[in-house]
């Protein structure tokens, strides 16, 4: 029985090559579309985490500070609900970053009559409160805190950066939503074709006593494979642009992204979309199967 | 086997498709269903392996209430009949070996039975030689038989048959009331439906005549049913 199944949705795909090949390259596009969209989203998406994981506000303490001062301000900062880590950075040692950084004005850095720069506490932010909200709020709790004179945190980009995010995803969903939609139609008008062109072969079928389920069967067999390899060519045109943009654009970028790795989708994610190509396939079935295949 | 009690069957126009129709055919018989064109012979067929259902009275066929009959269990009832339909239903890109194959896959039978049983039909209906040919290299009368061979691939109880004759000549029309006559002798009930006035002198059995979608004669009508 099985075999029959499969010589009927055989001969389904081969009676119209054209038009199953239009078919699939169509629900291969749009999944390409799609994967690009999840693939750049979720990339995007790590890039800001851990950019975000990089926030910190630097505390500029207020005159000459004493170690136990200082230890006793780090612990106060320490102690508030935001603040992951805090490193204290003394005058001195500011002096020598600065020297480090600025190798050429190391002499002139030296002979200035009294060291110029602040200690400072660097505070670094747990991962929840790593956002533009996080940073106020923190930086409300320190400014009123004695000993500290000035605050330097950027937060600016990162909220512009969290509304391009929110844009990307906006974008993606509905320009997604859209061509799930268009690709519904397009396998439904693929099996509506195909049940037109067998229009005989099911009068007949009927007409000898053939089940609902063995008439319908290849036609349910035919939109899922086509949803299936759909989403399996897609895939693979993914990994190639992937490898392709790789190859000639993230490597001779790297110094300036760092050292944030880009990634593929996971096998999970991948079985995701093999799956919706399957779900999909079902349902542009079910759309021409109910209306046109009422037995 | 075949029992319809005041079935009417109305339509969009056609009020009176059938009009009270009481009829009963016998496990074993051939019948003719004889009217002129529009008599509503179809339509009767149609109620008889439930393509239609009745808007009004009683259709049982071969032990199915037709009227109850949910549409999950037409391909039963259907397995139960053999349907020869007026157009034939051929495939025309298949061969006559195909053909019949087609209608046992169709029945989800093993592909070793298949051909087998497509073979049988193709000898017993005497186109064994034409197993390769496509239906458009068969002369008319060929082609009828074969559509009779599709249908009895899996003895029937009941032969269900629309205008079978009708673009025959007078010689392959024989041959195809002479297959169906063999049919008969094996146990399944034939019922013919034809507007040939010459076919049924010619060829006399018994006779249910249909006019205007009405029964005007029927030899085992119950009396009460007859005015």
Known sequence: MNGSFLRQTWQNLVQNPWLNAITLGTIALSFLVLGLFLVVFLNTKGLLEEWGSRIRVTAYLSGPVDPDQAMRLKEKVQGLEEVREVQYRSKEEALRILEERMPERKEWLRGLPRNPLPASLEVHLKGEYQNSEGVQSLVKKMRGIPGIEDLQYGSDWLEKFSAFMALLKVLGLSLGGLLLLATILVISNTIRLNIFARKEEIEIMRSVGATGFFIRAPFYMEGILQGFLGAVLALAMLYAFFQLFLSRVYEPLKGLLGSFPVQFLTWEQMAAMGLGGVVLGLFGTQVSVGRYLRL | ?227
């Not at chain 2, 059995?205 to 007859?226: F, M, T």
């Open chain 2, 1 to 227: 086997m075949i029992e319809m009690i005041h079935v009417s069957k109305a339509y969009e126009g056609n009020p009176h498709a059938l009009f009270d129709i009481t009829i009963r055919v016998e496990k074993g018989q051939f019948i003719y269903l004889f009217g002129p064109n529009g008599a509503g012979k179809s339509t009767l067929l149609k109620l008889l392996y439930a393509a239609e259902r009745p808007t009004s009275g009683e259709v049982r066929v071969n032990g199915f209430d037709l009227v109850r009959l949910k549409p999950r269990r037409i391909p039963s009832l259907r397995r139960t009949l053999g349907l020869v339909f007026q157009d034939l239903k051929l495939l025309q890109r298949r061969t006559a070996e195909e053909n019949i194959a087609f209608a046992l896959e169709a029945l989800g039978a093993e592909k070793g039975e298949v051909l087998k049983k497509a073979n049988q039909a193709l000898r017993w209906v005497g186109l064994e030689r034409r197993a390769t040919c496509l239906p458009s290299e068969l002369s008319a009368g060929e082609q009828q038989r074969l559509a009779v061979a599709r249908a009895i691939i899996n003895d029937p109880v009941l032969l269900l048959a629309d205008e079978p004759t009708g673009n025959l000549s007078l010689a392959a029309a024989e041959e195809t009331i002479r297959l169906f006559e063999k049919i008969n002798l094996r146990g399944t009930t034939v019922v013919l439906a034809t507007h040939n006035e010459g076919l049924v002198n010619r060829w006399p059995k018994d006779k249910i005549i249909l006019e205007q979608g009405r029964v005007s004669e029927s030899p085992l009508a119950p009396p009460s049913a007859n005015g």
